[in-house]
C-alpha cells in the first residue's frame, strides 16, 4: 500500500473482543499454552480479515492478544501486582515494586505474528508512561518503591522505549503512543485538580518524547484520546477544546497525532492552523460509541471541516478512539465493521474530490 494515498484510513487499535477471545484470555482459561496460540492466532486472522474486508489501508491485530491495553506493561516487566480497584472492584494491576525487564518483545512479538497476514501497513500502539503513573500507581501500595508517581513513569520509559526499538526493527509501519492522560488537560475541570497542570502536562509530554527521540524509519504517532472509551462505560465525559494543550503538542517529537472530533465540546478545528505543519492529522471523524453508526456522508461532512484548515496530504481518517473500551465492555463486532466500512466508503469519496 502505499504511503502517498490520500485520506488513508484505519482503527485507532483495539477492536471488540468477542466472548470466545475474552474466555481466552481469561485468567481461568483451562488450554495449556499451545492450543491457547493456536486459537487465538486463529482469532487474530479474524481481526485482520474484517479490517480488509472493510477495505481498510492501516490494520492492528485488535490488541486482543493483550488481557488490557495499559496491563501490557506488566507483561513487559516486574514489579506488578494484580488486585482489585476499591472505587469499582474492577481488576486493578499496581506496582508495588521497582521494574525490572521481564518479556522484551512482547508487543514486537504481535506485529511479528500480523506481518505474515496481510499486505496492508502495520500499526502497533503502546500506553504512554504518564498514562501508566495515573492508572497504576498507589499512594499506599506503590510508595515503597516509587515515592512518587513521577519516580515510576520515569522508570516506565526505558521499558517501553526497549519495545519500540523492537517494533522498529520488525518493520511495523506505524507505532502509536497512546495518551490519553495527556488529554485530560483539556478539561477545565480537571485543570483545576492540579497545582500546575502546565507543568503536569509537559511531564507527560518529555516522557513521551523520551520514548521515542531518534528512533528513525518508521512513523512516530501520538493518540489523543477524550475517554471515548470511558464514556461508552458510563463514566466521566472530559471536555475542552485542545487550545489549552496546543504547546505541549507543538512539543511531541512525532509526525503525527490522532485528535477526537465526533463527541461534544471537541472544540473547533480551527486548531490544526496552530500546530507545526510537518505534523500529519488522524481525524477521529467515526464514532466508536455504541448504537451510533455514522454514514459515510456525515464522515465526509467532517473531513471537509478539517480541510478547511489543514490541506489533503495531511489528514488521515479514523474513529475517535479504540472499539474496545475496557475487557468487559459489550461492542458489537458486526457494527464496528460496518462503521469501517463507512469510513472506507467516505474516504474513497474524499479521493475522488481533491486527487
Given at each position: 500500500m ?6 488513508p484510513t484505519s482503527?485507532i ?6 466472548q470466545?477471545v475474552?474466555d481466552?484470555i481469561?485468567?481461568d482459561?483451562?488450554?495449556d499454552?499451545a492450543e491457547?496460540?493456536r ?10 480479515a474484517?479490517q ?6 492501516v490494520?492492528?491485530?485488535g490488541?486482543?492478544w493483550?488481557k488490557?491495553?495499559?496491563g501490557?506493561?506488566a507483561e513487559?516487566?516486574h514489579?506488578?501486582?494484580?488486585s ?5 472492584g474492577r481488576?486493578?494491576?499496581?506496582v ?10 512482547f ?9 505474515p ?7 502497533a500502539t ?5 498514562l501508566l503513573?495515573?492508572?497504576m500507581?498507589?499512594p499506599?501500595k ?7 508517581r513521577?519516580d515510576?513513569?520515569r522508570d516506565c520509559?526505558p521499558?517501553l522505549?526497549r ?9 511495523v509501519?506505524i507505532i ?5 492522560h ?6 477545565p475541570v480537571?485543570?483545576s ?13 518529555d516522557?513521551?518524547?523520551q520514548l521515542v527521540d531518534g528512533?528513525?524509519?518508521v512513523k512516530?504517532?501520538?493518540?489523543l484520546?477524550?475517554?471515548?472509551g470511558a464514556r461508552a462505560?458510563?463514566e466521566?465525559?472530559h ?9 505541549q ?5 512525532v509526525?503525527?497525532i490522532t ?7 471537541a472544540g ?5 492552523q496552530?500546530?507545526?505543519e ?6 477521529g471523524c467515526v464514532?466508536?460509541?455504541p448504537?451510533q453508526i455514522d454514514?459515510a456522508?456525515?464522515?465526509?461532512e467532517r473531513?471537509e471541516?478539517?480541510?478547511r484548515?489543514v ?9 475517535d478512539c479504540?472499539?474496545?473500551p475496557?475487557?468487559?465492555?459489550e461492542?458489537s463486532l458486526?457494527e ?5 466500512k463507512?469510513?472506507?466508503t467516505?474516504?474513497q469519496?474524499?479521493r475522488?474530490?481533491?486527487?
Open positions: 502505499s504511503d502517498d494515498i490520500l485520506f482503527v487499535g483495539s477492536l471488540p473482543r468477542p470466545f475474552k481466552l481469561a485468567d482459561c483451562p488450554l499454552e491457547y496460540r486459537l487465538m492466532g486463529a482469532a487474530i486472522r479474524t481481526a485482520v474484517m480488509e474486508a472493510a477495505g481498510l489501508d490494520v492492528t491485530d490488541e486482543w493483550r488490557s491495553y495499559i501490557v506493561i513487559l516487566a514489579g506488578f501486582e494484580l482489585r480497584n476499591p472505587a469499582d481488576p486493578w494491576t499496581v508495588v515494586d521497582k521494574l525490572s525487564p521481564k518479556q522484551p518483545g508487543i514486537a512479538k504481535e506485529i511479528a505474528f500480523l506481518k497476514l496481510t499486505n496492508r501497513r502495520l500499526k503502546l500506553p504512554a508512561p504518564a503513573g495515573e492508572r500507581w498507589d499506599v506503590s510508595s515503597a518503591a516509587y515515592p512518587t513521577d515510576f513513569v520509559v521499558i522505549r519495545e519500540v526499538e523492537l517494533l522498529r526493527d520488525q518493520g509501519s502509536q503512543i497512546d495518551d490519553p495527556l488529554c485530560l488537560f483539556v478539561d480537571v485543570r485538580q492540579y497545582d500546575d497542570p502546565d507543568r503536569a502536562a509537559d511531564f507527560a509530554v516522557m513521551d518524547n528512533i528513525a524509519g512516530l504517532a501520538v493518540h484520546c477524550r475517554r471515548a462505560r458510563g466521566a465525559d471536555r475542552g477544546g485542545y487550545d489549552p494543550i496546543l504547546r503538542l507543538g512539543r511531541l517529537k509526525g503525527h485528535m477526537e472530533f465526533t463527541s461534544p465540546g473547533d478545528m480551527s486548531v490544526f496552530k500546530l507545526p510537518h505534523v500529519e492529522i488522524g481525524l464514532s466508536c460509541q448504537g454514514s456522508e456525515t464522515i465526509v473531513v471541516m478539517a480541510l484548515y490541506s489533503p496530504s495531511r489528514i488521515t481518517l479514523n474513529p479504540g472499539f474496545a475496557g475487557s468487559a465492555a461492542v458486526d464496528v465493521y460496518i462503521k469501517l463507512n469510513e472506507v467516505a474516504a469519496c474524499l475522488d474530490k481533491h486527487v
